[in-house]
């Protein structure tokens, strides 16, 4: 059965990498992706030996273990940041780790489990802890004698020439060290994929990075796996291409993006290790991670990763051969909407389907297919079948709806189609729409028969009411139908249909206003910062030829964005231009109303911003646009609708810096650290707050010389700006006259020179059980800062 099937999965031409060395480390060890946790993704630097052994706990108690997970790995920060002067030995920080690693190891073995550490092909960590590079005998001995039985080996402050070999010499320096030990120790190549580590990785190390870290949201997830999934051909047992740790219960991602993490990385042969904190783990969170049936597909003997069998237009369906003779196809739903997704197997028998998250089982005659969420992915383990006999039918049912507004009629399309062995009989199709809202067909809703591959394509008319809000509304798109002459079944979706409402009355900032669609040449439009990468929150300030704003839209030329105004807005003012970020951008803006041009400017990058004023008197819609090259920002762009009124929201600005510190000092001298004035960063006025930050953190910021009521605001906001380092900040006020310290909201961000306006709802600061933030009562502001460095920070406001 294998050879057939091998032979005849059918799929559109993709871009295969040529074929894989052959050479493995050939020790024995990871024969399957290993199986574990790490704690980066969910602690950064707040590591401990009591979090390592609760996590080893949690994997037993939990069923992680049986479910096969077990290496519980620690990344970095667990060293002093110098070595052992006598022995030149790294040194656990005993603060963090009481018992030492080899403690902390013998406890995890005494679980039955298994524990891995973090190192650097480097002269530091990438959290500034001591490296390994030129000490990798004594370091992997020191692991080997600790009990160590994994090693992430990290690439930060690398000291290389950037060439493949500098690198395969660095990383096979610490596999030559492992290996004179003599302990079993899996070897975890993190280069993030810098000089293609999957053509020299697999004679170095056990599995290898590929690109670089990921994060707690969609755009992360959906590039990662674009990067990974074309790598298939060189996954196999020992040498794993690694897409980094999951982010499955940290919060960011959908019910439906979580399942496709964990089927993305079983049919890519990924490692799994888990990302998330488990001693707060919902019960759904651990369902996901212990899916038998998506961790047999990625623990598969044969380690053959999923072949990508096609990728156009955001969907993907990958092939992964099982030890079984069956194979897996994934079914992989990159876009915004739902669609259908499928593939033909082809062949002279029908094929059993059965969908690996819900157990269902179906038949196909040739074409294995889905109607699949946005941001889903559909897993059926797939085998031939002689005779479908009682299995019912493959039957989808699809659909797609444009952007809704109240009370306008939109046509919607819905597409059934019979992938079963067999004509179905007396086919009808249904659309479930919220209350108040009408659903029409306009062309028929019936078949008396379809054939195996034919479809009933419908349309219809979506009206939803007038009062409709903004937001997203389900549509159930239903099928019932007979087949094998009498049993009657049915199959539905869910489509979402956007909805989007006139803005409120007033004068306000676009940036607080819901768009109804864009488009961007790289990643999403930025809130309140220029454009960055594809992730979300990715940008700066926007600049424009040195005038810094705190509000706008950061675009990437050709861009546009669609506003729904309804007839009910007057005027859109606005500054454009390049932003400082894009030194050889030049670009276009074009303000559209209704289609017709109300407002134009050409600028080059470095030059001042232009200030448009566009008069929108009745358009239903507003379109931005912009086209030429760079990043392209809308600056303080102040839409009026309705009523003119002052610009919302309103910010109060409690310490500008304009005359001094504003009475900002340190917390606690003698953690170090000082401040100073500097009129080298502000955004409003002309001058802001230089902050030197201590190697081991501190908190910078003013006790009050009287209560300070905030009753009515929401949180707190800053402008802020990197300059030499700075990873991790976190805000706190203190309440009351005990001094209450509420604390929280953490930031992250790596590159020096970045600079963001720093957010936090108060709902994001805690307080110690039994007292509650009282806004009115507030008796201090802090700000943390954990690395060493400047960092200068302006307008401390709230919003
Ligand atoms: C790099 C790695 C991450 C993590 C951090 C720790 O960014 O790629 O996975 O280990 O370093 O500092």
Known sequence: MHRILAAILIGAAVAVAPAAPALA??????????????????????????????????????????????????????ALKDRDPATGRLVPDPAKFPSGIAGTAAYVHGKGLKLGIYGDAGTNTCAGYPGSLGHETLDAQTFADWGVDYLKYDNCYNQSDGTQADYVRRYSAMRDAIAATGRPIVFSICEWGTTQPWTWGADVGHLWRTTGDISDNWPSLRGIIAANAPLYPYAGPGHWNDPDMLEIGNGGLTPAENRTHMSMWAMMAAPLIIGTDLRSASPETLAILTNRSVIEIDQDRLGQAGKVVSDANGLMVLDKPLASGEHAIALYNSTDALATVGTTLGGTHPWRLQDVWTGAVTQARSHVEAAVPAHGTVVYKVRPIRDPGPIAPSVTVGGAIG???????????????????????????????????IVTAATSARARSLATDKSLVT?????????????????????????????????????????????????????????????????????????GGAAPGDGNLITIGGHVYTRGLGASAPSSIRYYLGGECSTLTTDVGVDDTSPDGAADFAIYADGVAVATASVTAGAAPQSLTADLTGAAW??????????????????????????????????????????????????????????????????????????????????????????GTSGLKFDMRVETAGSVGEIAVQVGDAFTWCQGGQWTWLNPGDSRTISRSFDEISCPSGTTLDKADIRAVWVYLNTGGNVAIDNVRAE
Do not use: K
């Open 25 to 78: 480390l050939d020790d024995g060890l990871a024969l399957t992706p290993p199986m574990g946790f790490n704690d980066w993704n969910a602690f950064g630097c707040d590591v401990s030996e009591e979090l390592i052994e609760q996590t080893a706990d949690l994997f037993v108690s939990e069923g992680l273990s049986d479910a096969g997970y077990t290496y519980v790995n620690i990344d970095d920060c667990w």
């Open 622 to 711: 507003l379109l931005l646009s912009t086209t030429g090259t760079g990043n392209a920002d809308w600056a303080a762009p102040v839409l009026t609708c309705g009523e003119a009124g002052p610009v919302q929201p309103v910010e109060r600005t409690l310490f500008s810096f304009e005359a001094g510190t504003d009475g900002f000092g340190i917390a606690n001298a003698d953690g170090g650290g000082s401040v100073e004035p500097t009129t080298a960063f502000h955004t409003d006025g002309a001058a802001g707050l230089l902050v030197h930050t201590p190697v081991n953190g501190n908190w910078f910021g003013r006790a009050l010389d009287a209560p300070l009521d905030l009753t």
């Open 459 to 531: 349309t219809w008319t979506v009206t939803a009411p007038a009062t409709v809000t903004a937001g997203s509304y389900p549509l159930t798109l239903s099928t019932s139908y007979t087949w094998s002459g009498r049993r009657r079944s049915s199959t539905a979706s869910t489509l979402m249909a956007s909805v989007v409402t006139p803005p409120p009355g007033g004068t306000r900032y676009l940036s607080t206003v819901r768009a109804a669609d864009f488009t961007n040449a790289s990643g999403p439009i930025e809130l309140d910062q220029s454009n």
């Open 403 to 437: 952007t809704v507004t109240p009370a306008a009629g939109i046509p919607l399309t819905t597409t059934v189609t019979n992938r079963g062995v067999g004509p179905l009989g007396d086919v009808s199709v249904s659309v479930g729409a919220p209350a108040g809202w």
